[in-house]
């Protein structure tokens, strides 16, 4: 609390005055991130209606986003925070899921995916496995950025559900993240 306070240019009991505990300060910080993720992927889910390229500029803005948190944050959050963590577990579990059915669901309508999968099972699968990506000490230790690890796993996942009209589109898309 005594960095925060000095991070923002105010004393610890201003501090206090808004938030009880260190906890209720990191819950309202994971609160207020999910909810300018949710904006921002509502907005592009209402202005992009191509199924690949929404999912790539999702995924752009998360990452672009995941830049401005410490690489240990989910670490930290699960050890010393766990019902930040849950609450960022159940967003994951819920919201992202069901964003990734609707591009699924957008995506086949549009013949860009292929309706021989099971779309809940995917989304559920892909969803973890985007999170694991910036958990994952394996992963990490390639001396490969998460970025690039997690753009081949876009990729990855795309090509695997996109018909050939599908790849069409992924063999367009410039993949590499701009710097925020």
Same mark, same amino acid.
């Given at each position: 609390?005594?960095?925060?306070?000095?991070?923002?240019?105010?004393?610890?009991?201003?501090?206090?005055?808004?938030?009880?505990?260190?906890?209720?300060?990191?819950?309202?910080?994971?609160?207020?991130?999910?909810?300018?993720?949710?904006?921002?992927?509502?907005?592009?889910?209402?202005?992009?209606?191509?199924?690949?390229?929404?999912?790539?500029?999702?995924?752009?803005?998360?990452?672009?986003?995941?830049?401005?948190?410490?690489?240990?944050?989910?670490?930290? +959050?699960?050890? /010393?925070?766990?019902? $930040?963590? &849950? @609450?960022?577990?159940?967003?994951? =579990?819920?919201?992202? *899921?069901?964003?990734?059915?609707?591009?699924?669901?957008?995506?086949?309508?549009?013949?860009?995916?292929?309706?021989?999968?099971?779309?809940?099972?995917?989304?559920?699968?892909?969803?973890? +496995?985007?999170? /694991?990506?910036?958990? $994952?000490? &394996? @992963?990490?230790?390639?001396?490969? =950025?998460?970025?690039? *690890?997690?753009?081949?796993?876009?990729?990855?996942?795309?090509?695997?559900?996109?018909?050939?009209?599908?790849?069409?589109?992924?063999?367009?898309?410039?993949?590499?993240?701009?710097?925020?």
């Amino acid at each position: 609390m005594d960095d925060v306070a000095k991070e923002i240019s105010i004393s610890k009991k201003t501090l206090y005055k808004c938030f009880k505990d260190k906890e209720s300060l990191v819950l309202s910080t994971v609160e207020s991130h999910m909810r300018e993720n949710e904006e921002a992927i509502e907005n592009i889910i209402q202005t992009e209606p191509n199924a690949i390229e929404q999912f790539h500029l999702i995924t752009t803005y998360l990452m672009s986003n995941q830049r401005k948190m410490s690489p240990s944050m989910l670490y930290d +959050l699960k050890k /010393y925070h766990p019902q $930040s963590f &849950e @609450l960022l577990e159940k967003h994951r =579990s819920n919201h992202v *899921v069901r964003h990734l059915l609707m591009n699924i669901a957008l995506g086949r309508s549009s013949g860009l995916y292929h309706n021989n999968f099971h779309a809940e099972i995917i989304a559920k699968s892909f969803s973890m +496995l985007s999170f /694991y990506v910036f958990d $994952s000490e &394996e @992963l990490n230790s390639l001396g490969i =950025s998460q970025d690039d *690890v997690l753009i081949e796993i876009i990729k990855y996942h795309l090509r695997s559900i996109s018909t050939e009209k599908g790849i069409e589109t992924i063999n367009s898309i410039e993949w590499k993240i701009k710097p925020s």
